[in-house]
């Protein structure tokens, strides 16, 4: 029994994370969408629908379709066991005149997925579902290792995948990525190293159809129509684990540790924390986070309007707000407004009446 606890101890330390190695991916699954269930034409290399995946489109000097909008589904009952949402592509057109390095991508970026999962003749496995409703619609997937930032890291790195051709039933798609050795590679000192899975329905000639396993071939949008995906999973090794979908609070908290955001969908009269009146015409207050987020976050919020301090019973209206000196632990707001407050009293900053108030803090990589 002894030499068994011994070996067990031995070979501990190569089980570095159990969890990432199972599923490297936060929000595989697309539960979680705490920016919106739906957005219109997302900016090159921003968010703005499921939590965890960033959208790139460039047509680098041709004409992307009018509209692309990415949504959050929910699947036919019985359809694909485990799941209850998929994600949607919608773009109304194929565009046109694309240029070599045009692309059209759905990315999530690994945090630290280079030191974790890549290595010489290391290997990670994709599974996903897919299908689409536009015609001889092309798919492909690829990788990229960044090094990330701070001193001078090795360049990025990517690692072509492969490509097939969607239909409209549901499909199950499987390919094992080669990673890169980290011999003689150097890290950057902020410890932000990651690995971006690409999952790709457009791209030019250049370096982004090779990388997304059409090399020469060059694939646009293909016309309106729906490209859905489902059940995304990246697993340490060359086998096809089954899908296995996470808790929706374990989720929730993986992804609230990128990005944590309050709205009043549910309540107009939400409130973000207890505060003190710093004058007459101002309360500052802490919110503290859910989680510890992964670095100190960047805030944003909607309208001056939608927020106001509580006085009496009542909520005067906030006239500016203001998010500074945020941690990884909370965020400290201030709300001005015309007149009212007591110097020096508590306050409740709320949402103003408002459903579509919302403030939110990022600590995307």
């Avoid at 694939?219 to 996470?246: H, M, S, Y």
């Avoid at 859910?290 to 927020?307: E, L, Y």
């Avoid at 209206?317 to 000196?325: F, K, L, S, V």
Wanted: net charge neutral; aromatic share 12%; charged share 15%.
């Amino acid at each position: 029994m002894a030499e068994t606890k011994l070996k067990q101890q031995a070979v501990q330390p190569e089980f570095f994370n159990l969890s990432m190695a199972r599923q490297a991916l936060n929000n595989g699954n697309f539960d979680i969408w705490q920016r919106g269930v739906t957005a219109t034409n997302i900016l090159n290399g921003d968010y703005g629908s499921a939590d965890r995946w960033q959208q790139y489109v460039n047509a680098d000097g041709g004409t992307l379709p009018t509209s692309i909008v990415y949504s959050r589904q929910t699947l036919t009952s019985g359809d694909l066991p485990n799941s209850f949402y998929f994600y949607r592509v919608a773009p109304n057109g194929a565009g046109s005149s694309f240029g070599a390095g045009a692309y059209g991508i759905t990315a999530q970026q690994i945090e630290n997925g280079v030191r974790y999962l890549c290595g010489l003749n290391k290997k990670v496995t994709v599974t996903f579902w897919a299908r689409s409703s536009i015609a001889n619609k092309k798919f492909g997937i690829g990788m990229v290792l960044l090094y990330g930032s701070g001193g001078s890291p090795s360049a990025d790195e990517f690692i072509n995948g492969k490509s097939w051709t969607l239909t409209t039933s549901w499909t199950k798609y499987t390919h094992t990525f080669t990673t890169n050795t980290l011999v003689g590679k150097t890290f950057g000192t902020n410890g932000d190293d990651r690995l971006n899975l690409y999952l790709g329905y457009a791209w030019g000639t250049g370096t982004f159809g090779t990388v997304l396993g059409s090399p020469g071939v060059a694939e646009t949008f293909g016309g309106a129509g729906n490209i859905d995906i489902a059940q995304v999973q990246l697993c340490a090794g060359e086998v096809a684990l089954p899908f296995q979908p996470k808790s929706y609070g374990q989720e929730l908290a993986d992804c609230q540790r990128y990005y944590y955001r309050i709205t009043g969908i549910d309540d107009s009269y939400t409130t973000l924390a207890c505060g003190q009146n710093d004058n007459t015409q101002a309360n500052t207050c802490v919110v503290p986070f859910p989680c510890v987020m992964r670095a100190d976050p960047v805030p944003s919020f909607s309208s001056q309007g939608d927020f106001g301090v509580g006085v009496n019973g009542t909520v005067v209206a906030g006239t500016a707000i203001a998010e500074n000196r945020s941690t990884r632990y909370a965020g400290r707001v201030t709300v001005s407004v015309a007149s009212g407050l007591t110097q020096n009293a508590a306050g409740l900053i709320f949402f103003n009446n408002s459903s579509i108030a919302w403030i939110a803090w990022s600590a995307e990589l």
